[in-house]
């Protein structure tokens, strides 16, 4: 079965430091992999998606992920965060095709400081 | 273009009321599904349709209803409402298949059972 592992409930940074969210995943399948954004009393926004092709993939608001097969990793990394950053961040998987269920991961919780 | 749409944003029942969450999207997507999202729990998947007349359950079926009459609607319905249901419940949809292969995110309704 399918599943994501966030490995960070909560990640605290100060503004204008690099950050990393992490991502691992399980599938016995090809997959397509999403990275989520959820910002306070707001729904989800997608952030950016790796379907094939180049594993560097970039997003919005200077959010990048890279894919890694042979890890099953889609670490998620912004070189310099800023405080409108501070959101919820949600990793998840499906499967490549026609199915279009979405395994999720528990959420990252970034907060970026003064 | 509304996207996905979800009415109220805000409810509060009483224990054992019933009530109704909407949503429609306009978008002409065959996949649609509900969350709930509830604090170090992500998102559940409660459940899910494939397209107008076919519904299926998610992980937590338990306590609703759904029903798919039409491809933009997919209400959810709460046949007696429990503390246990509070939490903040989501609606998505996904298109089949073309370039978009993301669920698009209603902005949520937070529930509040008492």
């Known amino acids: 079965a399918q599943s994501v592992t966030q490995l960070d409930s909560q990640v605290p940074v100060f503004e204008e430091a690099p950050v990393e969210l992490r991502c691992n995943y399980s599938?016995?399948?090809?997959?397509?992999l999403f990275w989520y954004v959820q910002y306070p009393n707001q729904g989800l926004q997608l952030l950016l998606k790796y379907l094939s092709g180049s594993t560097l993939v970039k997003g919005i608001n200077g959010f990048e992920a890279e894919f890694n097969k042979s890890q099953t990793s889609f670490h998620l990394r912004k070189p310099s965060v800023h405080i409108s950053d501070t959101a919820e961040y949600f990793c998840?998987?499906?499967?490549?095709?026609?199915?279009?269920?979405?395994?999720w991961g528990l959420g990252t919780s970034l907060a970026v400081n003064p | 273009n509304a996207g996905v749409t979800q009415t109220p944003k805000f409810q509060v029942l009483k224990t054992g009321q019933s009530m109704t969450l909407q949503c429609a999207q306009d978008?002409?997507?065959?996949?649609m599904s509900w969350y709930r999202q509830d604090p170090g729990m992500g998102l559940r998947l409660i459940h899910y349709s494939v397209g107008a007349g076919i519904t299926d359950q998610g992980e937590v079926p338990n306590g609703y209803n759904v029903s798919r009459s039409t491809t933009e609607d997919f209400p959810l319905r709460l046949l007696s409402a429990a503390p246990s249901q509070t939490s903040v419940y989501f609606c998505?949809?996904?298109?089949?298949?073309?370039?978009?292969?993301?669920?698009?995110f209603g902005q949520g309704t937070r529930l509040t059972v008492v």
């Open positions: 998840a998987v499906r499967n490549a095709g026609n199915n279009r269920k979405l395994i």
């Open positions: 998505a949809s996904t298109p089949d298949g073309g370039a978009y292969t993301e669920a698009f």
């Open positions: 978008m002409n997507h065959e996949y």
């Open positions: 599938s016995s399948v090809s997959v397509y």
